[in-house]
């Protein structure tokens, strides 16, 4: 049971590039969320996912796309990266039961310059 | 719209002794509360919850109280150790997907 895997760990681009972050679960979980991380403004919700084919905006959702075309699997493309981009980003997910949090991944440090 | 304030954003302890976050929410509909500890190079990992219906949960060292009047939660931890020390956040939701931050607390416990 390896939980929340997410690839790369870290990843640097070049202002213009694009590419995708990857995140896959096997805990059957419904709910699956991208977040960045940013000094001194904790977690910011990009997308998020209810199930395979359903996905919604979150906060701060420009110049990201995702699909969830199974359970599993939950990408994050960065269309045309920016600086602004710089961050850390978190996969994670949970069941739909309220009562259990959130199991997060251990997180892609992306740098675009 | 929907915020979760935490404070302090750091916060030096001695080992052994406690520590307390604080956290504040605005959302009146916000019903679940988790509290996720992030050590250096990792994902936020959840160590505690609470739900609205409840007003202290403690689960060995550690505890966290709600006051829904004041939309208030916090954090406890006794006898802490160098371990404790990391990055700890609040969150608040409604039951749904979107849970909200708070912005962190960075825990240093000194030996």
């Known amino acids: 049971n390896a939980g929340v895997t997410q690839t790369p760990k870290f990843q640097v681009l070049k202002t213009g590039q694009s590419m995708t972050l990857q995140c896959a679960q096997d805990?059957?979980?419904?709910?699956m969320s991208w977040y960045r991380q940013d000094p001194g403004m904790g977690l910011r919700l990009i997308h998020y996912s209810v199930g395979a084919g359903i996905t919604d905006q979150g906060e701060v959702p420009n110049g990201y796309n995702v699909s969830r075309s199974t359970t599993e699997d939950f990408p994050l493309r960065l269309l045309s990266a920016a600086p602004s981009q710089t961050s850390v980003y978190f996969c994670?997910?949970?069941?739909?039961?309220?009562?259990?949090?959130?199991?997060f991944g251990s997180g892609t440090r992306l740098t675009v310059v | 719209g929907e915020n979760v304030e935490q404070h302090p954003s750091t916060l030096s302890v001695q080992e052994g002794d406690s520590a307390v976050i604080k956290c504040t929410y605005s959302?009146?509909?916000?019903?679940?509360f988790p509290w996720y500890k992030q050590e250096l190079g990792k994902g936020p990992q959840l160590i505690i919850d609470?739900?609205?219906?409840?007003g202290e949960k403690k689960d060995q060292r550690i505890a966290v109280t709600l006051n829904k009047t004041a939309k208030h939660f916090s954090l406890h931890i006794t006898e802490t150790q160098p371990e404790d020390s990391a990055v700890y956040f609040c969150?608040?939701?409604?039951?749904?997907?979107?849970?909200?931050f708070g912005t962190g607390t960075r825990l240093k416990v000194l030996a």
């Open positions: 805990m059957n979980h419904e709910y």
């Open positions: 969150a608040a939701t409604s039951g749904t997907y979107k849970y909200i």
């Open positions: 609470i739900r609205s219906n409840v």
């Open positions: 959302d009146s509909a916000s019903n679940y």
């Open positions: 994670a997910s949970r069941y739909t039961d309220r009562g259990k949090g959130y199991t």
